[in-house]
């Protein structure tokens, strides 16, 4: 295993992008990435990756798509304080 630099959440959208992630509130996204780490968040998209490539998304992959399922995570899940899930709402 390589180790990677640390990449900016800025380009951090630009390679989810480069891999055919839309974003429609890229603004939520910076804050998701700013307090999820990269590594973490991917955990929410793992179904939402195309198998041939392993890298790039399924078409109409869209970061609202994760957004959903941390709020319904949070709907199933409100004992827990939200810090200990790792998202932000």
Aim: aromatic share 12%; proline share 2%.
């Amino acid at each position: 295993m390589s180790n990677q630099k640390p990449r900016t959440i800025e380009e951090q959208i630009r390679l989810l992008r480069s891999r055919g992630m839309q974003f429609n509130n890229e603004e939520y996204a910076k804050e998701c990435l700013a307090h999820i780490s990269y590594f973490r968040l991917k955990y929410y998209w793992t179904d939402m990756i195309d198998e041939e490539t392993e890298h790039d998304f399924h078409e109409g992959a869209s970061f609202d798509d994760i957004k959903a399922k941390i709020l319904s995570l949070l709907d199933n899940h409100k004992d827990i304080p939200y810090g200990k899930l790792g998202v932000v709402v």
